[in-house]
Nanobody, 118 residues
Framework: QVQLVESGGDLVQPGRSLTLSCAAS????????MGWYRQAPGEQRELVAR???????TYADSVKGRFTISRDNAKKTVYLQMNSLKAEDTAVYYC????????????WGQGTQVTVSS
């Protein structure tokens, strides 16, 4: 059974930092491209950051220079370090795993809430 379990969401003040984690089980983690997406109320889910099996990274323009995605294959975990948080970063953050060897095979986590407010 595949599971992606996100954690680390919280209520934080603008300008503060937060680190999200996504622990995977039931998959060969090292061959999966991992991504963080977010969805604000009334908005579509959007890509925040992605990291390939070779640790190549992609970021949304809105988070470049503030967020960092990383992975630990031994722990089967992907992280999202978020700095200089803004109110517009408020959303539910989801983890996604995509099998790099099997097209269209993907899994989602249940999401973790990040709220940035003073």
């Amino acid at each position: 059974q595949v599971q992606l379990v996100e954690s680390g969401g919280d209520l934080v003040q603008p300008g503060r930092s937060l680190t999200l984690s996504c622990a995977a089980s039931g998959i060969i983690f090292s061959i999966h491209r991992m991504g963080w997406y977010r969805q604000a109320p009334g908005e579509q889910r959007e890509l925040v950051a992605r990291i390939t099996s070779n640790s190549g990274t992609t970021y949304a323009d809105s988070v470049k220079g503030r967020f960092t995605i990383s992975r630990d294959n031994a722990k089967k975990t992907v992280y999202l370090q978020m700095n200089s948080l803004k109110a517009e970063d408020t959303a539910v953050y989801y983890c996604k795993a995509e099998n790099s060897l099997v097209p269209h095979q993907m899994y989602w986590g249940q999401g973790t809430q990040v709220t940035v407010s003073s």
